[in-house]
């Protein structure tokens, strides 16, 4: 049992409080997840610039994997224009213009990397939603969406690198929260495989974000992807996906997961419970639906 939530503001120019909405609704559901919490939050784009999140521990292994990935950066020809150690986590933020998918490969030969992209960044740790805003700021998060997971661990260890969200490893700004359990994993994780992807955890999670961004880097738009999504995953589950545009989901056939969603002219907001949509709306009555089984949509933000 795990429970997740996402948001995302409509307009155009969009300063929204991403990060408080997004805390306020997984308190909500901690219940469902008390072991650790995260969030994927998308700033204002930067063309031809990345950010990247590493976990790099408390210790002194950290300055070593600090330097191990600076070594890298060179050897790429990266430009380290900012950086920053936070918790348990070193972020930075380059000028790269080349494979993003060869320097992830890379960079996880010196460190943990928790996402990449040009407006993604992941941030997740052990304990509730105030726990985490405690360590690393969510509630100054400003943006225009962003998705967020609390979990109880039943199948690996509780431990901050084995929390979610997951990013599509290998591509930027891809990120998945997920409730449920894809049956056919190894399968699917073998046919990518074969065509080149690497996978850095056992978790289903990771893998149903590198096959959706597959889909998005052949050209394949995000509501098909997920169409395809329901026939080729086996398993119960409900899932949300974000990119640095765009937020949706997707319900398998038998909708044994939870969903419960929320839309008005300024927002869409998605929670595995109704009370984390009523805690965006305290004291209002909310006119909610739950999504339909084998069901799927996308939201995308003005431009």
């Known amino acids: 049992m795990c429970g997740i939530a996402g948001v995302m503001y409509k307009g155009k120019s969009i300063d929204a409080e991403v990060g408080e909405a997004l805390i306020s609704m997984l308190d909500g559901c901690q219940h469902r997840g008390p072991d650790s919490t995260g969030f994927a939050l998308y700033h204002a784009c930067e063309p031809g610039g990345l950010r990247l999140r590493f976990f790099v521990g408390n210790n002194g292994q950290a300055d070593v994997s600090i330097s191990r990935i600076q070594d890298i950066l060179g050897e790429f020809q990266a430009e380290l224009l900012k950086e920053e150690r936070v918790g348990s986590t070193y972020s930075i933020k380059i000028r790269f213009s080349g494979d993003i998918q060869k320097l992830a490969y890379a960079m996880e030969s010196a460190a943990k990397l928790v996402s990449i992209g040009e ?109 395809s999504s329901i026939d080729d995953l086996d398993g119960t589950f409900s899932f949300l996906v974000s990119t640095k545009d765009e937020i949706g989901y997707a319900k398998d056939r038998l909708a044994a997961k939870p969903m419960v969603k929320f839309e008005s002219d300024d927002l869409i907001a998605i929670a595995s419970e109704e009370v984390s949509l009523n805690r965006l709306f305290p004291g209002h009555a909310l006119n909610t639906s739950e999504p339909s089984p084998g069901t799927f949509d996308t939201w995308q933000r003005s431009t």
Not at 149 to 177: C, K, M, N, Y
Not at 189 to 196: I, M
Not at 200 to 210: G, K, P, Q
């Open 119 to 227: 407006s993604l960044d992941i941030i997740k740790d052990l304990g509730g939603a105030h726990d985490v805003d405690d360590v690393y700021a969510i509630k100054n998060f400003t943006g225009s969406h962003g998705i967020g997971h609390v979990r109880l661990a039943t199948e690996s260890d509780v431990a901050p690198e084995a929390s979610h969200p997951f990013w599509a490893t290998g591509f930027a700004d891809v990120a998945i929260v997920h409730n449920g359990q894809i049956t056919n994993y190894w399968k699917m994780r073998r046919r990518l495989e074969k065509r080149g992807f690497e996978f850095r955890t056992d978790n289903d999670s990771e893998l149903i974000a590198v096959y959706l961004a597959d889909k998005l880097s052949q050209n394949i738009a995000l509501k098909d992807a997920l169409r």
